[in-house]
Each structure stands twice: as C-alpha cells, then as structure tokens.
C-alpha cells in the first residue's frame, strides 16, 4: 500500500519524545515543513514537493535577557488556526510562538514549572487569544481539570453543529477531558485512564482516539465517554498517532519499531467505529518517536526515530 521514498535529513537526531514530528502542509506554496525537536534546538526543514529544494533553520529555546538557554524542548507544534499558522514550542521555561517558518518569534511566555491551549506538568491548560495578525497574544484562561502532567492534545475544527466537542486533553495517568471551545471552555466529559499513560490522543468527526503506554488505541465516543473499540496495537508503549481527517486513515507509531496504518469507519445508524488495519512498516531497530500524515486524505506519511538524524518518509503505492 505504502513505499519508502528518499528520506529528509536533519542537523541533529531527534529526542525521545512523544510525538516528536511536526508536520505543516503549505500548498500555495507547495511546500511542506517538518519539526523535531533534538535536546534544546528545534530542527526545521522547509520541502518542496517535487523533492528538489529543502531549506533548513534551527531554533534554540530561549529566555529573556539570556544569550544562550539550556532549556530543554518537551514539544514543537505547528497549531493551524482560522486566521494563520503558528509554531508553538514548548521547553522547561517558557512557551514561544514562531510564524509558521519560523522566521520571527511572535510571543514569549514564561513559566515557573517545566511544561496550545498548551499543556503544562502542572496539569493546568493554558488557553491564548491569538489575533489574526502582529504579536497582540494574550493568556486568555486557564483550564485546571487534569492532576497530572499533560503529554497530549488535539483539536477539531470541524464547523460542524453536529460535532458538540472540539478540543480533548490526555495526561500521564491517562485521564482524558473533553471541552467545547468558546468564549470560556466548557468541560463536556471526563474519560477516565486507569493509571496508564496516554502518550497520544486525536479527535475525529466527535470520536476520541487515544494510544497508551500499554500499547493499546482505544476509541471513545467523545460527549459520553462509550467505548467503542480497543485495539491491541502495538507490543510497546505507543508515542504517536495521527488522523487523516478526509479518509479516516489512522496512522499509530510505538517502541517496537512498528508503524501501522487503520482505518477508521463510522455508521451514523447504530452510532458506532469500525477499525480495520490496512499495512505495516517496521523500521528496523528504530525507537519511533513521531508519526505523521503529509496531507488530509493519508497519501503519505513521515516517520522519525530516536537517535535518528533523518525523517523517512512513504508514498501510497
């Protein structure tokens, strides 16, 4: 189903993080930027698409009035919002804010504790008002339902009247929570964790598909918290999901090497998902960290691996 093709090479290896791969598609520009985070420095490579030209930058974490941060990067996500495109980077001191190529830093926030809406080890959520233009960013609310650490959240912004819940939040006990966004955020349900990780979360047409340290995806309706399905997926401990929102492809990354693709199947008549599995990639003796779909339809994804100074990528066949 799938094929490898030429893989992207990074300045440095990537760090053993959950999800360690960011993925922005720029089609006016036909172009693709990717992220992984390496210590205290973000690796960023600007791809066209017909696989010839690819620009590099790298982004130090940093401090006010400090020359050079040791802070180390938890995270580097690109957040795609109604009126523009951000990165996000999140270290031990602070959240920055980049233009999505990384070219101008447009906001600073300091935090006292390691840690968007951004998640921090608190367990608190911190929720921005970004303006459609300028650095005009301000700390809007902050949502403290989670005990634990913070390690995932997705949002969806369907449009939809029908999807009610449009943002779920994962910490480190597994707890998951569903909010509606809005002038304030309305917290709809609590999924309980039962003491294990969720490393990865996704939300999809109102279900929540959550990966564990068990090696377990499970799949919960968001509003009320039915189970649908419990997939055993991976021999150890899961560090990445992804959707393709257009397709329903499910794309899972783990410990044990193994990259799968699922694919997803509502049927509005009983309220239920069907989950079938479509292909596998092993990268040989490879600690995944990040997996990602290139586009909205699933057409190709791109993987990264701890130690690895290189993101691979494959094709639909």
Same mark, same amino acid.
């Given at each position: 189903?799938?094929?490898k093709?030429?893989?992207?090479?990074?300045?440095?290896s990537?760090s053993?993080?959950?999800?360690?791969?960011?993925?922005l598609?720029?089609?006016?520009r036909?172009?693709? #930027?990717?992220?992984?985070?390496?210590?205290?420095?973000?690796?960023?490579v600007?791809?066209?698409?017909?696989?010839?030209?690819?620009?590099?930058?790298?982004?130090?974490?940093?401090?006010?009035n400090?020359?050079?941060?040791?802070? %180390?990067?938890?995270?580097?996500?690109?957040?795609?919002?109604?009126?523009?495109?951000?990165?996000?980077?999140?270290?031990?001191?602070?959240?920055?804010? #980049?233009?999505s190529?990384?070219?101008?830093?447009?906001?600073?926030?300091a935090?006292?504790?390691?840690?968007?809406?951004?998640?921090?080890?608190?367990?608190?959520?911190?929720?921005?008002?970004?303006?459609?233009?300028?650095?005009?960013?301000? %700390?809007?609310?902050?949502?403290e339902?989670?005990?634990?650490?913070?390690?995932?959240?997705?949002s969806?912004?369907?449009?939809?009247?029908?999807?009610?819940?449009?943002?779920?939040?994962?910490d480190?006990?597994?707890?998951?929570?569903v909010?509606?966004s809005?002038?304030?955020?309305?917290l709809?349900?609590?999924?309980?964790?039962?003491?294990?990780?969720?490393?990865?979360?996704?939300?999809?047409k109102?279900?929540?598909v959550a990966?564990?340290?068990?090696?377990?995806?499970?799949?919960?309706?968001?509003?009320?918290?039915? %189970?649908?399905?419990e997939?055993n997926?991976?021999a150890?401990?899961?560090?990445?999901?992804?959707?393709?929102p257009?397709?329903?492809?499910?794309?899972?990354?783990a410990?044990?090497?193994?990259?799968?693709?699922w694919?997803?199947?509502?049927?509005?008549?009983?309220?239920?998902?069907?989950?079938?599995?479509?292909h596998?990639?092993?990268?040989?003796?490879t600690?995944?960290?990040?997996a990602?779909f290139c586009?909205?339809?699933?057409?190709?994804?791109?993987?990264?691996?701890?130690?690895?100074?290189?993101?691979?990528? #494959?094709?639909q066949?």
């Amino acid at each position: 189903m799938y094929h490898k093709e030429k893989s992207i090479q990074i300045k440095n290896s990537a760090s053993a993080l959950y999800n360690n791969l960011g993925v922005l598609r720029i089609a006016p520009r036909r172009l693709t #930027y990717f992220t992984v985070v390496h210590a205290n420095v973000v690796n960023m490579v600007s791809a066209s698409w017909d696989g010839l030209n690819y620009s590099h930058r790298q982004l130090q974490s940093k401090e006010p009035n400090v020359a050079t941060s040791t802070s %180390l990067i938890m995270q580097a996500a690109f957040c795609a919002l109604p009126s523009r495109d951000l990165l996000v980077v999140t270290s031990q001191k602070g959240i920055q804010m #980049y233009e999505s190529d990384g070219s101008i830093m447009v906001y600073w926030h300091a935090l006292d504790t390691p840690e968007t809406p951004t998640g921090v080890s608190s367990g608190a959520i911190l929720v921005f008002d970004v303006p459609s233009k300028g650095s005009n960013i301000t %700390l809007s609310e902050v949502l403290e339902e989670h005990k634990e650490s913070i390690t995932d959240m997705a949002s969806e912004c369907s449009g939809s009247q029908e999807c009610i819940a449009n943002l779920v939040t994962a910490d480190d006990e597994g707890n998951l929570c569903v909010w509606k966004s809005g002038e304030e955020f309305q917290l709809l349900n609590k999924i309980p964790g039962f003491d294990m990780s969720c490393s990865s979360v996704k939300l999809w047409k109102g279900t929540v598909v959550a990966g564990y340290g068990t090696g377990q995806i499970r799949l919960y309706e968001a509003v009320t918290g039915i %189970l649908h399905a419990e997939v055993n997926a991976h021999a150890r401990w899961i560090y990445s999901l992804d959707i393709a929102p257009f397709s329903g492809l499910l794309l899972s990354a783990a410990e044990d090497s193994l990259v799968r693709v699922w694919h997803l199947t509502m049927t509005p008549e009983t309220n239920s998902v069907e989950v079938a599995h479509l292909h596998n990639e092993c990268v040989t003796d490879t600690q995944i960290c990040g997996a990602k779909f290139c586009d909205g339809d699933g057409y190709a994804f791109a993987v990264t691996g701890y130690d690895l100074s290189e993101i691979i990528r #494959y094709v639909q066949s």
